[in-house]
């Protein structure tokens, strides 16, 4: 550790010859000393030798004094361990004796010379021997200079450390038996105490062969405090199966993502989840990931967003089809449900297991065909689809958690991702079960209490801590998605951001895509018209003089549907007790006008209430509003008399007859759009 955070806090070793001598003396220093005590050993040998030369008394003085230091030697090294205090009482008698046979007779007398040439070095080497095995033996723990002390991991080692610029990543392995990976997690803000660093510089990358082993990982500097702005696309042209480039890491490497599945590595597509608090920079995360999916060839992209494309106007072009919030995206989405099973239909009878670029182009190839006598087929391609839900609370409260839950996973197999960002990361906006179907995660800065919501925990774990940064640092994410190598989950990254000057490029990306990018295929354009009807007409071409690219057909005024709309096969409460069928009132003087083209004032007997019903949901139809409810017939009720309860009451005979279909939500039904040759709607259509 202390290497470790030599390494930090210096980033740059030594250089030339000066520093490669100064690492070997560092290295040589803690094994000198046994070698300099032989040496002196020797000099004190040849000093008392000239001084006692044949003295009798001498002789007597050295031999008492060389048992007692043997002796003392023994005695005082009682706190040590026997093998030390045996190693200890071997050199020092050995020593005295060598010391008082050299005085006596003289340092070169017979054999004394030879003993000291042979034992010199050899105690020696076996001190330089036993510094060495504490030091490789758990040794390091103390020359951690006591951090590993400091964070209560004391008996955890650190064994090799690697330098690279900016990041030093080192082993650690814990004690056996005591400590696990998730005592160095929980120590990893104390690490970043203790180096006096921010949370986020430091994490730890459990093996996942081992519960004690890991690689700990140091950023010391903040490389993502520079803002770097948007300068395009990284890759116009190529497929969406390439890598998607959304910013950079802390190390500088790009932040990439891809969509798509891919079977070598396999895996399936994803869906991605777009997470922050307010401020966190979802916006720019947005539009950095639109424009990488914009710019590929074989992709097309519905979008919905509630704040009328504030950010994404420039994209409109592109759009495969756009629409706001409310009704017009519950369509969207009953569409997008819709065009599901028919494209995984058409992927299997093509046999592709899942969606590849190979798909995307017209089938040639005799191993993709669909004909039964295996001759290439020439169908048109399909090409991959992102469905973007922006601020997606709603739309999923409108799909509910088991539809979402089952679309998302059919959804993988169809070549179809789904990207849906929420306004406050946290499990009131989305259920548990809804999260889990999103493998894939872009999480921006949030509330430190949103954090388990963003991020799984094996990746806090690790370190991440998108709640440190909350809106403080715009841009900064943690990316979690299939593709990705586990041990970056846990690395910041920072996305591109985006300037007004980033206007006019944004609006030329688009202009390519309505120029070269994919239109939608004939399976899914005929599966989203059958729900949508008028509201999906397809990306128009862009010399076609059609309405603007990507704006939805108009819907008749609507009033805004309350979330707690508890209509459908119920009655109103304020409905309740109406017979549907009771005579209506006579009309009231001053009435509104009729909507729907209808006459006032003449109460229409039953059938004809019934027919003018029916011609209200075509009506509605025609006007591109797929999805109605008691709410939606507020001024047909007045105008022609009739109760919600009583409309309530032909919803559901609608219903049942195969005209409307449920929608996730009670109250509202989705029209079944009409044959384009007017045959009457199948019941199976829905
Ligand atoms: N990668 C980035 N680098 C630098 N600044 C950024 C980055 N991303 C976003 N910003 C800036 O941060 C601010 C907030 O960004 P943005 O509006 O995208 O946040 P948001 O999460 O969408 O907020 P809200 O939910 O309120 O719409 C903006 O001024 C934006 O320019």
Request: hydrophobic share 40%.
């Amino acid at each position: 550790m202390q290497q470790l955070a030599q390494m930090v806090n210096t980033r740059e070793g030594g250089s030339g010859a000066s520093g490669v001598g100064n690492y070997l003396l560092n290295r040589a220093k803690p094994h000198l000393p046994p070698w300099l005590g032989a040496a002196g050993v020797g000099a004190a040998g040849w000093l008392g030798n000239m001084r006692w030369e044949g003295s009798p008394g001498a002789a007597v003085g050295l031999t008492l004094t060389s048992v007692a230091v043997t002796g003392g030697a023994y005695v005082i090294g009682k706190s040590a361990s026997k093998q030390r205090r045996l190693h200890s009482a071997i050199t020092t008698a050995f020593g005295s004796a060598w010391l008082t046979a050299a005085c006596l007779a003289g340092p070169a007398a017979g054999p004394v010379d030879d003993l000291y040439l042979m034992g010199g070095p050899a105690l020696a080497l076996s001190w330089n021997v036993r510094i060495f095995m504490r030091a490789s033996d758990g040794g390091q723990a103390s020359a951690d200079g006591g951090l590993m002390e400091k964070i209560g991991l004391a008996r955890a080692q650190i064994r090799a450390a690697r330098a690279e610029p900016n990041r030093a990543t080192a082993r650690v392995e814990l004690d056996a038996g005591t400590q696990t990976n998730d005592d160095m997690a929980s120590a990893l803000p104390r690490i970043a105490s203790a180096l006096d660093l921010p949370a986020s510089a430091v994490r730890y990358q459990p093996d996942p062969d081992s519960a004690r082993r890991g690689d700990l990982v140091i950023v010391p500097e903040d490389m993502l405090a520079e803002t770097v702005e948007w300068e395009g696309p990284s890759n116009l042209g190529g497929s969406i199966a390439d890598p998607l480039v959304i910013g950079r890491y802390d190390d500088g490497s790009p932040l990439l993502l891809w969509l798509p599945g891919d079977e070598k590595q396999g895996r399936n597509s994803t869906h991605v989840l777009i997470a922050g608090g307010t401020g966190s920079g979802k916006g720019d995360a947005a539009l950095n990931l639109q424009t990488e999916i914009l710019s590929r060839r074989d992709v097309t992209m519905v979008f919905s967003d509630p704040k009328s494309f504030q950010d994404f106007r420039p994209l409109l072009p592109g759009y495969d089809w756009a629409v706001e919030g409310g009704t017009p995206s519950e369509v969207m989405v009953a569409a997008v449900q819709a065009a599901v099973p028919a494209r995984t239909r058409w992927l299997g009878q093509h046999r592709y297991r899942q969606w590849v670029p190979e798909a995307a182009r017209e089938q040639r190839d005799p191993k993709h065909s669909c004909r039964p006598d295996g001759t290439a087929c020439g169908c048109p391609g399909m090409p991959f689809m992102v469905a973007w839900f922006e601020e997606a609370a709603n739309t999923l409260r409108f799909m509910g958690d088991d539809a979402f839950t089952g679309i998302a996973q059919e959804a993988r197999s169809a070549g179809v991702s789904l990207v849906i960002s929420l306004q406050r990361p946290s499990y009131d906006q989305m259920s548990t079960s809804t999260r889990s179907s999103m493998p894939s995660v872009i999480a921006l800065g949030c509330h430190p209490d949103d954090e388990g919501f963003s991020l799984p925990d094996e990746v806090l774990a690790a370190g991440a801590h998108p709640g440190a940064w909350r809106n403080r640092k715009p841009g900064y994410c943690y990316v979690v998605s299939p593709g990705i190598d586990e041990d970056r989950y846990a690395s910041p990254g920072r996305t591109w951001r985006f300037t007004p000057g980033a206007v006019e490029t944004m609006e030329l990306l688009a202009l390519w895509a309505q120029r070269h990018g994919a239109a939608a295929d004939p399976i899914t354009a005929q599966a989203l018209k059958s729900v949508a009807g008028a509201a999906y007409a397809g990306r128009p071409a862009p010399d076609t003089g059609a309405s603007e690219p990507g704006t939805p057909v108009p819907a008749p005024a609507v009033p805004e549907t309350d979330a707690d709309d508890e209509g459908g096969l119920e009655v109103d409460p304020e409905d309740e007790g109406i017979d549907p069928e009771q005579e209506l009132p006579a009309p009231q003087q001053g009435d509104d006008a009729p909507i729907f083209g209808q006459e006032a004032g003449r109460k229409p007997t039953p059938a004809e209430a019934r027919r003018l019903f029916a011609q209200a949901l075509d009506e509605f139809e025609a006007a591109g509003q797929m999805v109605v409810g008691p709410k939606d017939f507020y001024d047909w009720c007045a105008a022609h008399q009739l109760s919600r309860a009583w409309v309530s009451e032909r919803l559901k005979e609608a219903y049942l007859d195969g005209r409307l279909a449920e929608t996730g939500k009670t109250g509202r039904w989705r029209i079944i759009p009409r044959p384009e040759d007017g045959s009457p709607v199948a019941l199976t259509a829905a």
